[in-house]
């Protein structure tokens, strides 16, 4: 018989529990690597432009029920029963085709290239017009105006559009805004008002362009356009597609982002991109439970596309009312596809109280594996900005659609946001390591191509692939940590 001391007990006790950790560290860090090994930087960008080859996606739409079934396509490919759940039917606009040519001066002929026709345009004909500059079209005058085009420097009111409608206008033409880095050869997509009864289409203009055409019109040279549209507007259902990898709990973690460009335009960053990392993340985890690299989860993960912005996401809650107390937690990805300034990846809110295991687990992950090949060169978290998805799962929103305050941690994964750089104040405690500016200050990076013409592939996901595999990185190895 042996006996042991109380000391050597605990020397045992001690051994045993650093090799346990050790090798739970060891298989965790093998099955990290494994996730991000798995990535497909090609793939990633190949949905990109599949999807924005539809169109713009909008729920109730062709175009939007065209990307639906390739979602579900892809869902199905990558081992899952995808679910695509209606939403009530609403007022969608799809734009078919159109066109804008200057006529003349002949100078001019080559000077439309990246306009765009503003969502709720009419369809009109092939028309012919004389273009006139209005500086403040709010308190012109309606007389003179009959079967002219418009040229104008800011969006106008609803009332003065009806009125100038009314007083003949054919169309207007609306230069972009001047901000440094953005809109100069392309154009910010602006829309009319939500309704089938507008009268007269409107054309974003780049700014350049809009500069120009001001110029020539303020020299008295004479501006002839030709313009038609083709659209179709009509009451459509949305539709969300969802897959679950079931865990061994109901609860479960949400991963989402909207499927539609909720610009008009192509949506290549806003948000193609987010919804190509849905799916690469959902394909890799898929797989490595079916290879037997992992375990099934302790809670379950449920992908979702939402088929409107904002629109599905407050449908789904409305219809999965009885079990949004299970959602474990939300993660949003939007806009995961450029970065005009920097490299960085971003995890929004951190000025919520209860989002703080969500985000801490993520930072730890920006801090982990900041300026490491094939990673992100910056990562940190900062505090609320709204404007997407995951604010629909916060007390405040809940209560608008009447359902009980709860308290569903929800954020937002994104490599830049809106259209020109921001500052905000960060929230205190939640200075990363990660983070190479001022430790109380987040520069919110920012798309150029931020809901316009040109946020194609080309200028986004193509040019920077780093943003959207990054974001696919930080995403699994967050739920490797938050869901096994």
Not at 206 to 226: A, F, H, Y
Not at 338 to 361: K, M, P, Q, W
Not at 382 to 388: A, D, E, I, K
Not at 417 to 434: M, V
Request: charged share 20%.
């Amino acid at each position: 018989m042996h006996f042991v001391t109380h000391a050597s007990c605990r020397i045992c006790l001690s051994v045993i529990s650093f090799a346990v950790l050790c090798s739970t560290v060891s298989s965790q860090s093998k099955t990290e690597r494994a996730f991000a090994n798995s990535v497909s930087t090609p793939r990633l960008l190949g949905q990109v432009r599949d999807l924005v080859r539809f169109g713009s996606r909008t729920g109730g739409t062709r175009s939007g029920d065209k990307a639906v079934s390739y979602l579900v396509e892809q869902f199905r490919k990558a081992g899952f029963t995808p679910v695509v759940e209606k939403d009530p039917k609403r007022l969608a606009y799809e734009l078919k085709n159109w066109s804008l040519k200057v006529q003349s001066p002949p100078s001019l002929r080559n000077l439309v290239r990246n306009e765009w026709v503003g969502a709720y345009s009419p369809s009109v004909p092939n028309t012919t017009a004389s273009l006139v500059y209005l500086h403040q079209p709010e308190n012109a005058p309606s007389i003179g105006l009959k079967n002219k085009a418009l040229l104008i420097d800011a969006a106008v009111s609803n009332k003065t559009y009806r009125r100038l409608a009314e007083a003949g206008v054919l169309c207007l033409l609306l230069t972009s805004p001047n901000l440094e880095g953005a809109y100069s050869d392309w154009a910010m997509i602006s829309d009319l008002p939500e309704s089938e009864k507008n009268l007269i289409p409107l054309f974003n203009l780049s700014r350049n362009n809009g500069l120009r055409l001001k110029k020539v019109l303020m020299d008295s040279v004479e501006v002839i356009l030709n313009f038609s549209v083709r659209s179709a507007i009509d009451s459509g259902s949305p539709k969300t597609v969802i897959a679950t990898l079931k865990g061994e709990s109901e609860r479960y973690f949400l991963i989402c982002a909207h499927g539609d460009s909720d610009s008009g335009g192509p949506g290549a960053d806003d948000n193609a991109s987010g919804v190509s990392a849905v799916l690469e993340t959902a394909r890799i985890l898929q797989a490595l439970v079916k290879n037997g690299r992992i375990p099934r989860p302790k809670f379950s993960l449920r992908f979702a596309i939402w088929g409107t912005e904002i629109y599905s996401t407050e449908h789904f809650v409305r219809r999965h009312a009885d079990e949004v107390a299970n959602i474990h937690g939300v993660l949003n990805l939007d806009e995961v596809g450029t970065g005009a300034t920097r490299n960085c990846i971003y995890f929004e809110s951190n000025d919520v109280g209860y989002n703080a295991h969500l985000l801490r687990t993520l930072e730890a992950v920006g801090e982990e594996f900041v300026g490491k090949r094939g990673y992100w060169s910056e990562s940190t978290t900062n505090p609320s900005q709204g404007g997407t998805d995951s604010y629909v799962f916060f007390p405040r929103y809940l209560a608008r659609l009447k359902l009980p305050e709860l308290e569903i941690p929800a954020i937002t994964i994104y490599t830049g946001a809106w259209n020109e750089l921001k500052a905000l104040q960060q929230t205190p405690g939640w200075s990363s390591k990660a983070w190479k500016g001022h430790p109380d200050t987040v520069y919110v990076d920012y798309s150029a191509y931020y809901h316009s013409s040109l946020d194609v592939p080309a200028t986004t996901t193509e040019k920077e692939p780093f943003n959207m595999s990054g974001a696919v990185k930080a995403l699994g190895i967050g739920l490797l940590r938050l869901a096994w």
